[in-house]
């Protein structure tokens, strides 16, 4: 066989694959040699122009919307009897839009800037971002700070920068991060109140400026030459606008969201700064508010971010462990086979394929005699509960969000732990009645029992507290069913077996019955968990003890869809 294929066909992609790498070399050369390019520095003496403007809107416009904050009492009352406004589009009564953001798009390519020090302050106050769009220029320090005393997740979303997403629970916090590369715009949130939003603009130059209550801008200092001026804003998108500067004129934008932008007549510009200054810094949104100094040192908070982390870590794995075992035995017993050849023994198998292989799993009948070892499915369950009651503990019960500020803290400390406990102790009770075989009546109690838990808490404790203990209760009764109810009746089981003895069915009775109850609880629990991420439709909402009906009801049918199959045979 020759070395070297001499058909057409390995010619052909001979030929492709060489074009394909030159043509990805040239790429990756490409943006080197534009900032090779990009190298001669800023000359102060040269910046004797200027372009300016104000932004408008023609069109409909609605009234702002107030921000429901009934999720957290503390900040709806900071606010007043008037609730905050939506940030979104604040008009002027004249049409004058503020928060756009305005800066050099194209035409500074062939100068470089100092990068200033000192940071951009961005600060959580009464649960908004004050500014709510401010500038930033690419690599300098970005101070987060939260000056209230809840807990806030901030989460920034860039497209070609890297993201970051961590929490600041307590009061006088300080975070710094850094935007590497210009990107406009990069929007951050808060995971746990949705309605706060911040838009940060990041550019290679201090050539940016944000629309003031009149909608006014202006970026003064430009050096003479042709500039692509671009107009952001949140809800009205972009506009663009290509000017051209002459030396010491100023250029007035006429910028009108829904007509277009055009240049109106020009004028002297403000005269240029001495030739020893540095560049100025555009002039942006007024200075954040001062932050309280933290109540707590550093290293305490610092500590208390990686034990709540680490125990986060640890419930959701083992939660991923434990419901995908339950959904994974159910799917057995409700696709069992009983055709072809079984054991004596056998109530049904199933035929699985993973990892390049195949598995025979055989459901053996009550009062055989069975084999060593014996795999448990069991630690899953109680690791899940064990770090779930550590972050219960830390986020809400130190954590300073177990009640709104007019509540008692230990009043609401008793009724969270007796829910918690209580509801088991009712729940266990009304399963060994005879209402526990009767499927639909057992559900709707247990759905009432629920939704009227949603309604009374908030009265002790705040309306997220609420559905997390509410979550809490659920967790705990499925815990409870697998180390107080299914795993001691296995045993139990087991030991008669392997003594030949006959094992009563309503022993065996008892682990399918709460395993097919923790089946339909699972869905709805990982809802109610999450759900302080999405105040607005699940806590926060006026009729939130209406949601919970809703997602429990949700949660058991996609429940029902996912087990699926034939039912298994009843224990004879």
Aim: proline share 9%; hydrophobic share 45%; aromatic share 10%.
């Amino acid at each position: 066989m020759p070395l070297f294929d001499s058909s057409v066909a390995f010619r052909s992609a001979l030929i492709r694959a060489v074009t394909l790498i030159g043509t990805l070399a040239l790429l990756g050369l490409w943006p080197a040699t534009t900032r090779a390019q990009a190298t001669s520095p800023w000359d102060p003496s040269k910046a004797t122009s200027e372009v300016c403007g104000i932004v408008r809107y023609e069109g409909k416009s609605k009234p702002r919307r107030p921000v429901n904050m009934a999720a957290e009492p503390a900040c709806a009352a900071a606010h007043g009897e008037e609730p905050p406004l939506d940030e979104s589009l604040i008009l002027a009564p004249d049409g004058a839009v503020r928060n756009a953001f305005i800066w050099i798009r194209k035409g500074l390519e062939g100068f470089t800037f100092p990068v200033p020090a000192e940071p951009v302050a961005l600060v959580q106050t009464n649960c908004t971002y004050v500014p709510h769009v401010f500038g930033i220029r690419a690599g300098q320090p970005l101070d987060i700070a939260n000056a209230d005393d809840l807990l806030h997740n901030i989460n920034a979303r860039p497209l070609r920068n890297e993201g970051f997403n961590f929490g600041q629970p307590t009061r006088g916090m300080h975070s710094t991060r850094c935007f590497s590369e210009p990107e406009v715009m990069v929007m951050l949130k808060c995971d746990v109140h949705g309605w706060m939003r911040a838009y940060a603009g990041v550019v290679s130059h201090p050539f940016f400026a944000v629309s003031g209550d009149d909608g006014a801008w202006r970026l003064p200092h430009l050096p003479p030459g042709e500039y692509t001026v671009e107009i952001w804003h949140e809800t009205l998108k972009t506009l663009t606008q290509v000017v051209t500067l002459r030396d010491g004129e100023r250029c007035e934008l006429e910028v009108v969201f829904g007509r277009g932008v055009a240049v109106k007549s020009g004028g002297t510009a403000t005269p240029p700064p001495p030739a020893a200054l540095p560049p100025p810094v555009a002039p942006g949104p007024a200075a954040p508010p001062s932050v309280p100094a933290p109540r707590e040192s550093p290293w305490r908070d610092w500590l208390f971010q990686w034990t709540q982390a680490l125990a986060r870590w640890i419930h959701v794995f083992a939660a991923m462990l434990w419901i995908g075992q339950t959904y994974l035995f159910h799917r057995f017993e409700h696709n069992l086979s009983r055709e072809g050849e079984m054991p004596s023994d056998a109530l049904g198998y199933v035929w699985l394929v993973h990892g390049g292989g195949f598995f025979r799993v055989e459901k053996r009948r009550y009062g055989q005699a069975l084999p060593t070892p014996l795999l448990w499915f069991k630690w899953e369950s109680a690791v899940t509960w064990l770090s779930g009651a550590v972050l219960i503990t830390l986020t809400y019960y130190f954590g300073g969000l177990l009640t709104a500020p007019e509540q008692d803290y230990s009043r609401a400390a008793w009724v969270g732990v007796g829910v918690i406990a209580g509801g088991w102790i009712v729940y266990d009770l009304l399963a060994r009645t005879p209402l526990g075989k009767k499927a639909t009546l057992f559900t709707l109690i247990g759905l009432g029992g629920l939704m009227g838990l949603a309604a009374w808490l908030p009265g002790s404790m705040s309306t997220r507290s609420a559905y997390i203990h509410i979550g809490a209760l659920i967790g705990t009764i499925m815990a409870a069913n697998v180390w107080m109810k299914i795993l001691p009746a296995q045993r139990r089981m087991l030991a008669l077996a392997q003594s030949g003895s006959a094992i009563d069915p309503r022993m065996a009775s008892v682990g399918p019955q709460r395993s097919r109850h923790n089946s339909f609880l699972t869905l709805p629990l990982v809802f109610m968990m999450v759900s302080s991420h999405y105040p607005t439709i699940s806590y926060g909402h006026e009729r939130a003890w209406l949601i919970v009906g809703v997602l429990l009801l949700l949660g058991f049918a996609m429940a029902r869809v996912l087990l699926g199959g034939t039912p298994p045979p009843r224990p004879t």
